[in-house]
């Protein structure tokens, strides 16, 4: 160990105002008593109120969950470490992806200090990519089969090597240099099982990427998860193995029977049972690998679906279910709910989404008090509450693009609950080279979802000009056209997004010139120091 004396880990507590965690309380003394109201004003004999009712729910939950994990970001101290003294192999999982994606990142492995051996893993004998592994001078292992997926990969990659610590790369991240560099200290706590790095990717002109409010600064659907909730997890001891980039202690794989199977969701499924066994975790803000995000829609579909489906399977089916597995804190009880719940917020959103266009369409209404009423209390609740995430998400919320993307990944979430029937799933990789346009059936769901909610508010429309001025079709008609906003929004960029072409800047290099590109962009970020803040004793 560095030093030669065990520690503990010790964070810092990120520099706020301290109104930002306060508001908190506020925002309860508004939603608690409007939620109670919301319960009694319910109209059970419109099948529409009890639906809207329990979307508002979710809702609500959901927001206390967030803001709550949230009121305060943790930073891990900065360890320096003897690299010599830590023995680090690398295990890179692959499937079907082609040798021009998994070359790379074994490339980027190799030149990582401190690893002493990188390991290509197949589910199949690939020959290209076994003659790829030995020319660069990387171990290949194949173990012709595909049971359990990655998580079955990944542990027959454990069976061919005894270091102490492993350092998981998925088949197209590129790590930097300096990565264990800035990880490998703070595992002189002996009780620290994984150290996490964000999920970063470099192919930022992909469909996951806007520009924010003009500036320069790329927006990211992932960002809320690695720059505010995970962060937040730090003071919980609760933060997420998310599968690739990260360093695990081999020990601690050990005591849990290694990666977890049963679910798709390997990484979560492995941090929560290591949680529920004692060890603690570590998430390191700084990004020090570089991957491919998906660049189509059918990509984007099948992986958030593929999260949904393993998140809600862990939740639902599994004997490791947060709700039921014994040995996890309170905190990290409902961390890990609010992490697997979080993946029914497409049926929610789809209610909130088709309810306006429903409402006038059957000219019921969800409550028996007048709808003016509920209208101007709802957008109260709702206008409160976005606020609080746009101030919580600490710039990584954007009004327009966060609720666009929402939508877009209600469909996976929504086609995830029927997978939960089953119990044969078939794992398949992601395939991060698809061109921008590809076929698939989610576009035609999205127009339609688009159309339904403009042939609502365009019959809300049609009544107001023959007559019909009551709240009920006032209000529905404009919650409709804010509901239309958003998703056109993503169509509208979907459709331009398609006609673009393929930046093919990154496919001409050659693998080791991808490499050094990478390290020219980012590597001198990387170096930085973690953070300074004002030190906190975490939750």
């Known amino acids: 160990m560095s030093g030669g004396q065990p520690c503990r ?45 329990a979307a508002d729910l979710f809702a609500a939950m959901m927001f206390i969950f967030f803001l709550g994990f949230t009121r305060y970001l943790y930073v891990p101290v900065h360890r320096p470490t003897d690299l010599s003294a830590r023995v680090v192999d690398c295990l890179i999982p692959t499937h079907t992806e ?15 200090r401190g690893i002493r051996k990188v390991l290509v893993l197949g589910n199949s004998d690939r020959s290209e990519v076994r003659a790829m592994a030995t020319r660069l001078g990387a171990a290949y292992h194949a173990r012709n089969s595909n049971a359990h997926g990655k998580a079955g990969n990944l542990n027959n990659g454990l069976a061919f090597t005894d270091a102490d610590f492993v350092l998981t790369m998925d088949a197209d991240h590129m790590a930097l240099p300096e990565f264990l560099e800035r990880t490998l200290g703070y595992f002189d706590d002996p009780s620290v099982a994984f150290v996490q790095t964000p999920q970063s990717f470099h192919n930022t002109k992909t469909l996951l990427f806007r520009r924010a409010y003009g500036k320069q600064a790329k927006w990211s659907e992932s960002n809320v998860f690695y720059k505010t909730i995970l962060p937040a997890k730090n003071g919980y001891n609760a933060s997420i193995y ?4 990260a360093v695990l202690r081999r020990a601690a794989l050990d005591d849990v029977g290694g990666f977890a199977t049963g679910t798709v969701t390997e990484d979560i499924h492995t941090s929560l049972r290591m949680h529920a066994k004692g060890w603690r975790s570590v998430f390191l803000p700084e990004p020090l690998a570089f991957g491919l995000e998906a660049q189509s829609l059918k990509e984007f579909y099948q992986q958030r679906r593929r ?16 709700v039921r597995r ?24 789809l209610i909130h989404f088709l309810l306006p266009a429903l409402t006038i369409f059957a000219m019921a209404s969800p409550v028996k008090v007048p709808f003016a009423i509920y209208g101007l209390a709802f957008v109260g609740y709702f206008v409160v509450s976005f606020t609080m995430v746009a101030v919580y998400s600490r710039g990584t919320y954007h009004f327009l693009h966060s609720d666009a993307y929402s939508l877009a990944n209600l469909v996976a ?3 995830a609950l029927p997978g939960l029937l089953r119990r044969a799933r078939r794992h398949s990789a992601a395939r991060k080279d698809a061109p921008h346009r590809e076929r698939t059936l989610v576009k035609a769901v999205l127009w339609l979802l688009g159309l339904t909610s403009l042939a609502g508010v365009g019959d809300g429309l049609d009544l107001f000009a023959s007559g019909n001025h009551s709240w009920l079709v006032i209000m529905a008609s404009l919650w409709g056209a804010v509901n239309s906003v958003w998703m056109w929004w993503i169509l509208g960029y979907l459709e331009l997004y398609e006609r673009r072409p ?25 170096g930085l120091p973690a953070a300074t803040a004002t030190p906190a004793t975490a939750p």
């Open 98 to 112: 082609p040798v021009s994606v998994i070359e790379p990142t074994v490339v980027a492995a190799l030149q990582v």
């Open 502 to 526: 393929t930046d093919a800047e990154m496919d001409e290099l050659t693998a080791p010139d991808r490499y050094q590109l990478i390290v020219d962009l980012f590597g001198s970020k990387a």
């Open 307 to 322: 999260w949904a489906l393993g998140a809600l399977t862990l939740l639902l089916r599994s004997s490791d279910s947060p």
């Open 413 to 415: 979430q929504v086609s």
């Open 242 to 245: 998310v599968g690739t980039s």
């Open 9 to 53: 880990v010790h964070f810092e507590r990120r520099r706020e105002p301290r109104v930002v965690a306060l508001s908190y309380y506020l925002y309860l003394a508004v939603l608690l008593p409007f939620i109670a109201w919301r319960c009694t004003i319910v109209n059970w004999h419109a099948w529409l109120g009890p639906l809207a009712l």
């Open 326 to 349: 014994r040995g996890l804190t309170l905190s990290q009880r409902l961390s890990y709910l609010d992490s697997t719940l979080s993946h029914l917020g497409g049926v929610q959103r």
